[in-house]
Nanobody
């Protein structure tokens, strides 16, 4: 069973930065993909960024150039570096880890990011 623990959310002023972390534990296997999603009040959950087991990244257009996803395989951790934050980035951010080979798809509990002056 795979479990995820997220950290790093908080309140930041527009233009500021935050780094989110998500640590996976349990039977994660060797080939797994990782992603960050977000959900703002009254909106659907949306993909922010993803990174495959080989390190290929993908970003939503709204965050490309401002956010960077990365992973530390030795620590089973995925990061989301968020720079130049905007009020519209305010949302609950969720970590997602999935593996076709190991047949699992799990979510973290979410961490709140609020961008406000």
């Amino acid at each position: 069973q795979v479990q995820l623990v997220e950290s790093g959310g908080g309140l930041v002023q527009p233009g500021g930065s935050l780094r989110l972390s998500c640590v996976a534990s349990g039977s994660i296997g060797n080939f797994y993909n990782m992603a960050w999603y977000r959900q703002a009040p009254g909106k659907q959950r949306e993909l922010v960024a993803s990174i495959t087991s080989r390190g290929t990244t993908n970003y939503d257009d709204s965050v490309r150039g401002r956010f960077t996803i990365s992973r530390a395989n030795a620590k089973n951790t995925v990061y989301l570096q968020m720079n130049s934050l905007k009020p519209e980035d305010t949302a609950v951010y969720f970590c997602n880890v999935w593996s076709v080979a190991s047949a699992y798809d799990v979510w973290g509990q979410g961490t709140q990011v609020t961008v406000s002056s």
